[in-house]
């Protein structure tokens, strides 16, 4: 372990909050005429992050900070993955901003912010770094859904994230001062280094894992921590829907990683919270999947969808190994891609005054526009797992994963829920293509966000075609970060 005193490994982090002081500023000498500014200012910003983390990026495990913080492979891949999505996800949201008065500075900053939480969250080595992290990720996020104040059902979802996310918090950190107070540290490599000793108190360790599961499980939305997504996702305006549901992804399974792929994965532990990842699997994957089927609600459906894709990252994760680990990052660098395209296809279908977030409002959508049908089409059938999509490549690895950890059963019921999910997702597909459209207006997307979509549907393509290179790039950073 290499502890050093210089801040370069944490300069993409510095660099990002310098340059959210200086956009708050900015905004204040900007009229609304001229937002372009802050929004240029803002992808500048990610694209300078990005650039950062890669010229920092040496491939072995540095740590500054007193060790509290550390830059290693699967942190520099994750924080990658991160500035890209959601460079794509404002590129998406920009007409749909500006046609709803939100086109403002306080949306760019509280997206800033919340990637600044994002980031320390990937990259912590230490109890205390990893919830600062998560606290200043989900308060960005409590603003961000109710941003546009007029609205009682965005209120109502910011309220209904905020209480049940203290909640979460609060076990989570009750939690962490169990596993304090068996090991004598919060600081994540010497956690399981204390534990390998054999030097920690059992039975306060395993009660402080039962409460750190439990802050996992509510912020990846698995099931029965699931009650906040379906209400967040409906009532938050689409472009903030887009950010919760995808770039926060990452950061939750560098905190799955974090605390029990590494702090927690000792033999005698991996056994303790693998049976709990298998209860809260199987209920994501039954629960997810049949809820969605009764829902009319596009955004309603796919968060349904959500928590059912969450119980997959988890079937990946509860293998406890190294293979699984990667298949659960693989999975979920893919879920977001198919994540991002679909929500993406809401905003592209949305104009002022019309929200095209229901199903039916994509009826005939092969009569408007065979091409972003076809895409619709290419990302519903990644979601479903159907070849040559990625989205079928990322099951098998998660099977696989699973079965090699013993789990037949488990596979073979995830295999049966992805058969339910099939019906919902190719719902989709068939409105489009066989029904008549019920809206023959063009659409009104501008034209960076409509060959941005095209990338997006054509790389769940591509990705299935040639999914190898994606596949040990998550393989190997997982190995690098846990050697």
Known sequence: MQYILPLWPAYPE???????????????????????????????????????????????????????????LMSDVLKLMTYLGTVVVLVYSRTYLATRDLFRGEFFVLVLFAIL??????????????????????LALYASVALRRDSPVATEAAMKYFVLGALSSGMLLYGMSMIYGATGTLEITRIAETIAEGAATDFVLIFGLVFVVAGIGFKLGAVPFHMWIPDVYQGAPTPVTLIVSSAPKFAAFAFIMRLLGQALGAEQLVAEWQQMLVVMAVLSLVVGNITAIAQTN??????????????????????????????????????????IGTFGMILLLSRAGFEAENIDDFKGLNQRSPWYAFMMLLLMFSMTGIPPTVGFYAKLAVLQAV???????????????????????????????????????????????????????????????????????CLYSIRASLQ
């Open 14 to 72: 510095l660099f990002l909050l310098l340059m959210v002081c200086v956009i708050l500023v900015a905004d204040l000498f900007v009229s609304d005429e001229n937002r372009i500014v802050t929004y240029a200012l803002t992808q500048a910003t990610l694209i300078g992050c990005a650039i950062l983390t890669y010229l920092t990026a040496t491939g072995e495990p540095v740590y500054t900070f007193s060790g509290m913080f550390v830059d290693d």
């Open 117 to 138: 939480g994002m980031l320390i969250m990937i990259s912590a080595n230490h109890m205390l770094t990893l919830y600062l992290g998560l606290e200043l990720m989900s």
């Open 298 to 339: 596009l955004k309603r459906m796919l968060a349904y969808s959500t928590i059912s894709h969450m119980g997959f990252v988890l079937l990946g994760v509860l293998a406890g190994d190294i293979v699984g680990y990667s298949a659960g990052m693989f999975y979920i660098v893919v879920y977001v891609l198919m994540n």
């Open 403 to 473: 079965l090699d950890a013993g789990y037949l059963w488990l596979a073979v019921l995830a295999v049966m829920m992805s058969l339910v999910g099939a019906f919902y997702y190719l719902r989709i597909v068939k409105v489009m293509y066989f029904d008549p459209p019920v809206d023959g207006s063009p659409l009104t997307a501008r034209e960076d966000a409509r060959m941005l979509m095209s990338v997006n549907g054509l790389a769940v393509l591509a990705l299935g075609i040639l999914p190898q290179p994606l596949m040990a790039l």
